[in-house]
């Protein structure tokens, strides 16, 4: 079957790094996305991998391995603003989304 | 950037009515469109996934019959909720591709519907 694991909550200081873990078991593999969301709103767009490695988008990075089914969100500087549920999903080979449950990220002052 | 609408946002109805939710690509030509519910504290169910002009796909356990989806256009798709009853009270979300073979996935803003 196909698999998303990812922990169910984290808690980090605000002006910290945390980083969120994921590691997948699909039938095919066209790309890793992470999103974010708030309670009671809609995911919104983070980051998509396809390719090995780590891509840098401002305080957010993303890294994955495909040999490992696994990857990482990595938050710095973290923020208030930044407590919400963060969803790993992996496109399969008939390009549909196969979600994980969620980690619900909790800042603290 | 490609924005996705739904409406309505928040919807209150009686059990036994139906309920229409529109799914509308604003700025981009959607060639596929997907439905997800998402129960509190719960991870994204994928419904169902449609394609302009054909039938959706319904994912295992859920009734195509009782929820409805239309695909009419490249740019519209409506999930109707037949009869809805209070467990069908959720968050409705549904998500756009505008490319075949281009994998990211927009998000409409969710429709919370609750049948009391």
């Known amino acids: 079957g196909q698999n998303i694991d990812q922990p169910t909550e984290m808690t980090a200081t605000e002006g910290a790094i945390v980083q969120i873990n994921c590691t997948y078991q699909?039938?095919?593999?066209?790309?890793l996305f992470w999103y974010q969301q708030h309670a009671g709103e809609a995911p919104t767009f983070l980051s998509y991998n396809v390719l090995d490695g780590l891509e840098e988008k401002g305080r957010f990075s993303s890294f994955l391995s495909r040999s490992k089914g696994y990857s990482y969100l990595l938050l710095k500087e973290l923020q208030m603003k930044d407590s919400a549920s963060y969803l790993c999903?992996?496109?399969?080979?008939?390009?549909?989304?196969?979600w994980g449950a969620g980690t619900k990220l909790i800042i603290k002052p | 950037g490609a924005v996705v609408s739904q409406h309505p946002s928040r919807v209150i109805c009686k059990s036994g009515t139906s309920v229409k939710i529109e799914c509308r690509s604003l700025?981009?030509?959607?060639?596929?469109m997907f439905w997800y519910r998402q129960f509190p504290k719960k991870s994204l169910m994928l419904m169902a996934t449609s394609n302009e002009g054909s039938k959706a796909t319904y994912e295992q356990g859920v009734e195509k019959d009782k929820f409805l989806i239309n695909h009419a256009s490249l740019t519209l798709s409506t999930l109707t909720v037949t009869s809805a009853h209070p467990e069908d009270s959720s968050f409705y979300i549904c998500?756009?591709?505008?490319?075949?073979?281009?994998?990211?996935?927009?998000f409409g803003p969710g429709t919370r519907l609750t049948v009391l």
């Open positions: 998500s756009a591709r505008a490319l075949a073979g281009y994998n990211e996935q927009f």
């Open positions: 699909t039938s095919g593999f066209n790309g």
């Open positions: 999903a992996v496109m399969d080979s008939n390009y549909q989304l196969i």
């Open positions: 700025d981009f030509q959607a060639t596929t």
